[in-house]
């Protein structure tokens, strides 16, 4: 059962609460900045990459086309030669990250706040290098 903080509020004026409110605007401007606007990870339900976008939940599929392309280049990577693997690497999760500068701390923080959203304290964690 969680506390009745209410009483808290009683105190508060209405500039106390825009402060607040203020603040928090900041330090989700100031999270999302370090956050790239999307980045690509791998749908564990069937293996395809799609696009995680910052501030959403969920994911968005990649056009149909791009992601049949995409796991059939995987799935080059893991039974080809090095040039299949160099041809690959273009098109998996992380090489298209890596075109687009996105980091594996930005990969994977966007990948918790698309789960557990934005505002989730663990996100900063994981940009910082904490967890």
């Given at each position: 059962?969680?506390?009745?903080?209410?009483?808290i509020?009683?105190?508060?004026?209405?500039d106390?609460?825009?402060?607040?409110?203020?603040?928090?605007?900041?330090?989700?401007?100031?999270?999302?900045?370090?956050?790239?606007?999307?980045?690509?990870?791998?749908?564990?339900?069937?293996?395809?990459?799609?696009?995680?976008?910052?501030?959403?939940?969920?994911?968005?599929?990649?056009?149909?086309i791009?992601?049949?392309?995409?796991?059939?280049?995987?799935?080059?990577?893991?039974?080809?030669?090095?040039?299949?693997?160099?041809?690959?690497?273009?098109?998996?999760?992380?090489?298209?990250?890596?075109?687009?500068?996105?980091?594996?701390?930005?990969?994977?923080?966007?990948?918790?706040?698309?789960?557990?959203?934005?505002?989730?304290?663990?996100?900063?964690?994981?940009?910082?290098?904490?967890?």
């Amino acid at each position: 059962m969680s506390e009745d903080l209410s009483w808290i509020l009683e105190d508060m004026d209405e500039d106390d609460l825009l402060d607040i409110e203020d603040e928090l605007k900041e330090k989700e401007e100031e999270m999302t900045n370090k956050l790239p606007p999307y980045c690509f990870t791998i749908d564990p339900k069937d293996g395809k990459i799609v696009r995680l976008n910052r501030g959403k939940k969920g994911y968005e599929p990649l056009d149909s086309i791009t992601s049949k392309y995409s796991l059939a280049i995987q799935e080059a990577f893991l039974i080809g030669g090095k040039h299949l693997r160099d041809k690959a690497r273009i098109v998996s999760r992380d090489g298209m990250n890596e075109e687009i500068g996105v980091t594996k701390q930005q990969h994977d923080a966007m990948l918790h706040g698309s789960h557990f959203g934005f505002d989730n304290p663990a996100v900063d964690k994981i940009l910082k290098g904490e967890i």
